[in-house]
């Protein structure tokens, strides 16, 4: 795969970025390479791009994919409006 | 195979705190330094965090080192190779008051003496210099030279440096026990591992009092989470931090926009972190009300969508101050923990000088108001 192919479309992160944290920022996993580059960190949370960007992180460090990890993802489990009101009691 | 090590400086805990004290010891005075840390460096509070480098709205006695802590953020590039996106781009403090402006006001006239140059804003100026602000705002007062930095690259990359300056990075080393060594110290990690240093820095954050109450030193502190959020991306438009500047706790608000567009957030009520099991929460509750307060705040946020949200563990003292110096107990031992969800903005400042008090014994940076031995007095007192 090409260092500009962008496998993260949400946070606009190219296969090269990945792999420079992992070979210059020292990312063993996952969730180090999406604190470091922002993949999976965008609108989808990594649901289109989590399992290739573990595959590019675990190919760069030589490792297997199981060891790489999974991508924490965090609520909400969608975007949601800032408009949205309390709920009232 | 089990790890033994022996250094000069045992630093405990890979915080932005011990991974810039590590890195300044080797920097600047040359010690050999073995830093251990429980899981990987620069996560919980120092990862977590908003990433603010705000001097103003401090207590007076952190100005001085808030000063230092900015000289080294504004070399930042030039000592670790990299910016840490660190933007110098000022931090703006807003309020809906005239009793608040008034704070603001005599806060600008104190810190005057200290080195740091505020400049006061009407609501008028603030409407014609940045557009974005609800009517109900009053006035501000915007410290230049100040800006905002990404938490989660910060202390990755000092741990880094301090290992291309030589010292040893331990991950994965959680440390069960300390003791006496002879004249320094030894800790005995989860694997067996034995490190040995001649001196000691515990920096373990909201998990520091496990190894103080070893030397006979408990601080009153509790652990919280910071209740954070981030946007979709935005043009960018936002140069500055900007935050609330408020008494009333739920509309103590703060947000800020990255390059690539988002804005994060945070403030108002804390939510739950619990220490032990290394978990902290973002209560559902606290996000809409930030919602509620977001859109009081810039009214234009009604038009955005927040995309995640996420806390930290941060440890709070009983009196809002930090634990920063030596042991009063023990010499040899160090402490630099309990920064009160304000540490970020100071801890490069807080690495480099406690780097020099290790290294010379004593700081020229003024930190005495934040000696550990004031709980001790105050129990003392209260008996």
Redesign the interface.
Known sequence: LPDDTVVCRCEAITAGELRRSVGELGSCEVNRAKAFSRVGMGRCQGRFCGHAGAEIVAAAAGVSIESVGRLRSQAPVKPLSIATGEVQA | VTAATRSDVLVLGGGLMGTSAAFFLRHQHRRSVTLLERE?VGRQAS?TNFGNVRRQGRDLAQIPLANRARAVWGRIKELLGEDLEFVPYGHLRVCYTEAQAAVLEAHARDVRPLGLDLELFTAEQLRQRWGIFSGEIVAGSLSPRDGHANP??AG?AFA?AAQREGAQVVEHAEVVHVERDGGGFVAHTVDGGTHRGEQLLVCCGAWSNRIASLFGETVPMEARGPQMGV??PLPYAIGPSIGMSSPIETEGLYFRQIR?GNVVFGGGLKGPALAEEIRAY?K??NT??Q??E??RFVPA??????????SGIEGYTADWAPVLGKSATTPGVHYAFGFNGEGFAIGPGVGEVMAELIATGATSTPIDAFSIDRFAAAAQRAA
């Open positions: 990987l990862g989660r690259l990755p880094r946007t979709e690539r973002v559902p509750d809409l009300r919602f509620r977001l859109r946020f009604a038009n955005v969508q927040l995309i995640r949200v996420w």
